[in-house]
């Protein structure tokens, strides 16, 4: 229970108005709150780093969709990372370091069920916003789960410097990929992702999508792991081979679009080779968590996995970090620092 004193305010980005295409500083606003008294079963986290992550901007649309839009004048939520500070709770205890929800703000106010203790000697802190964190699990379901990957696979990624797709290409070579092949958007980005183990890696930006991916893999692939569709969709559906597979994680390439784009103009390629295409939500694949925790720090620890990071400072800087993530200057996990 709590012992010591506890700050009474806390700031913390609330969503100012919903963003019409790229979002701007002028969608956010930075603000004082006051903490409220804890209940029953609740803790205080000062969090220590937090996450800004591309599905963030289909939650500042007012529509429909697997989880609520965020809400006007209110603090926008995301995974974070801290130690316990007071708490009334029988099972997580002043010191703990534990992962929620409850982010874009320095102190939250979270249900003990809500929050999962993570253990800072094994990793630090933003490895559970990472690689340890959604990005790596979604990166993991998607290629085992969602595209069925078998040993001896060709790959491809896009996205591919990305948090979840750097995850993605490393796990497929570590579970035995034939090839794994990626795009980015940055000679830097390339030559990064070679270093991580992707056999191929072409800069989408120099030419056309479908000739470099045909280049870098002129017998096809199997497995196609999609965070960005649009061209690299259409592409992937062409290079396919009999019986391919896609796992659908995210359009990133379509996030700030004011209008619909066109759809792949190739789809009906997938009939005849009886191909499968996929979308998923990581949150309904939990029960693969365990499993690729193991893995994960298993491979951390002997160098098979690598998790680049890119760090921001600050909470006022946490609407710029989002934005550029959007715009592609992270080189692995994006992390805001608090």
């Not at 780093?49 to 289909?58: A, I, T």
């Not at 070679?194 to 191929?200: S, Y």
């Not at 017998?219 to 992937?236: K, W």
Request: glycine fraction near 10%; proline fraction near 4%; hydrophobic fraction near 40%.
């Amino acid at each position: 229970m709590a012992t010591t004193e506890t700050p009474t305010e806390t700031r913390q980005i609330v969503l100012a108005s919903r963003p019409h295409g790229t979002p701007t500083d002028e969608n956010f606003r930075l603000e004082t709150a006051a903490i409220p008294t804890l209940k029953s079963g609740q803790i205080l986290v000062q969090n220590e780093v937090m996450s800004v992550d591309p599905y963030m901007r289909g939650r500042m649309n007012d529509a429909k969709s697997y989880i609520p839009p965020f809400q006007i004048d209110e603090p926008l939520e995301g995974t974070a990372v801290g130690t316990v500070i007071a708490s009334e709770s029988d099972s997580i205890k002043v010191g703990d370091h534990v992962s929620h929800m409850l982010g874009w703000r320095e102190f939250s106010v979270v249900d003990d069920d809500a929050a999962t203790v993570v253990d800072v000697e094994a990793a630090s802190p933003s490895k559970y916003l990472g690689i340890l964190g959604m990005p790596g699990l979604t990166a993991y379901v998607g290629l085992t789960e969602i595209a069925k990957f078998k040993k001896g696979d060709v790959v491809f990624v896009s996205g591919a410097a990305g948090a979840v797709g750097s995850a993605v290409g490393q796990i497929a070579k570590a579970l035995g990929a034939s090839k794994v092949i990626g795009s980015a958007g940055s000679a830097e980005k390339i030559a990064r992702i070679k270093e991580l183990g992707f056999d191929e890696a072409f800069n989408y930006k120099d030419g056309d999508v479908a000739e470099s991916l045909t280049k870098a893999a002129p017998d096809g692939i199997d497995v196609y792991y999609d965070n960005v569709g649009g061209d690299h969709l259409q592409a992937a559906i062409g290079a396919l081979r009999k019986y391919g597979r896609v796992a659908m994680c995210g359009a990133v390439s379509q996030y700030n679009n004011t209008e619909p784009e066109p759809g792949p103009n190739n789809l009906f390629l997938a009939v005849g080779k009886e191909l499968n295409l996929r979308g998923f939500i990581v949150g309904n694949h939990y029960d693969l968590a365990e499993e690729f925790h193991k893995h994960a720090i298993e491979w951390l620890q002997d160098g098979t996995l690598q998790a680049d990071e890119t760090f921001r400072d600050g909470l006022e800087n946490a609407p710029q970090a989002f934005i550029d993530l959007l715009g592609g200057a992270n080189t692995g996990k994006m992390v805001v620092r608090l």
